[in-house]
């Protein structure tokens, strides 16, 4: 498996390893294909090392961070190092990885500028079956816990401009964008009702020709609207009006349809005129 591995140093002396492999994945994670992600797949530092600190001329103490630093070197050089060691290999767009929810509170990505974007886990892998090489397949416990999943996104890849104007069309997003029997519950829920605007607004700003308008009816009979690719990545700028109140969006009786006008409509152009 293609990997490349870091040694953490202080004063030259080695104290723990970070290794980076492609994932063991075959569908896409956050909207980036298997070969244009990499998982942290090991972190490890010498316990010597680790919850160290230090106190200041002005008797404040500090924690030394080697983990985070040696997090942070690493993430500005791995793209270039990857690419020296694996030139035929897709340029990569994102690092992953899984955090244990019962051992580790994912305080070092969330310090290195992860983000959190879900969670996996929760059942037992494996089947306890013997192998060919003789022994047994062990199950671990652990395999049971509920792993977070966290994901840096490189800047100028694919979806870090995604990313980029989906921020831009939801902070452009107001009452008067909306027809005027959403904006009541709009009040409550700030996205509600936006899905036509915002969905048509990123469908022009991103010029894809890789993601398309789809939409269905939700549980409550109004028409969702989000842009989606030939693989099932999607892009919803207003899906937290449904985690809001703890629903899902109607995706799975989704259909590929185009939007009311070919040119923007006027909320829409309105919602450009303010982001471009």
Known sequence: MSQLSYWICID?????????SLPRVSVPIDGIEPMKLLELARLWIHPSV???SYEDRNGKSHSLSVASCAMGKSLRRI????????????????????????????TI??????????KSGGNLHGT????????YYRLNKDFRHIKTRFLYIFYG????KIDSLVRKVKSNLTPDLLKPIYR???KTNPMFGHCYVATEGL???????????????????????WLEDGTGNRIDATREQYDLVKKVPPYAKGKKKWFLTKQPSKRTQELLNRIQ
């Not at 990505?109 to 879900?118: A, C, D, I, L, Q």
């Not at 306890?128 to 022994?135: F, I, P, Q």
């Open 203 to 225: 469908y022009h700003l991103l010029q894809s020709s890789e993601y398309f308008p789809h939409c269905a009816r939700d549980e409550d009979g109004i028409v969702h609207w």
């Open 109 to 118: 990505y969330k310090s290195s500028n992860f983000k959190e974007t879900g």
């Open 79 to 106: 793209k270039k190092d990857w690419e020296e060691k694996y030139p035929t290999l897709p340029e990569v767009d994102a690092i992953v990885s899984w955090s244990d929810d019962v051992r580790h509170k994912g």
């Open 157 to 160: 890849s694919k979806m870090n």
């Open 184 to 186: 009541e519950k709009n």
């Open 50 to 52: 680790q919850n160290l």
């Open 128 to 135: 306890g079956t013997k192998r060919k090489d003789g022994g």
């Open 12 to 20: 030259e002396i080695p104290v723990g390893v970070l290794l980076y």
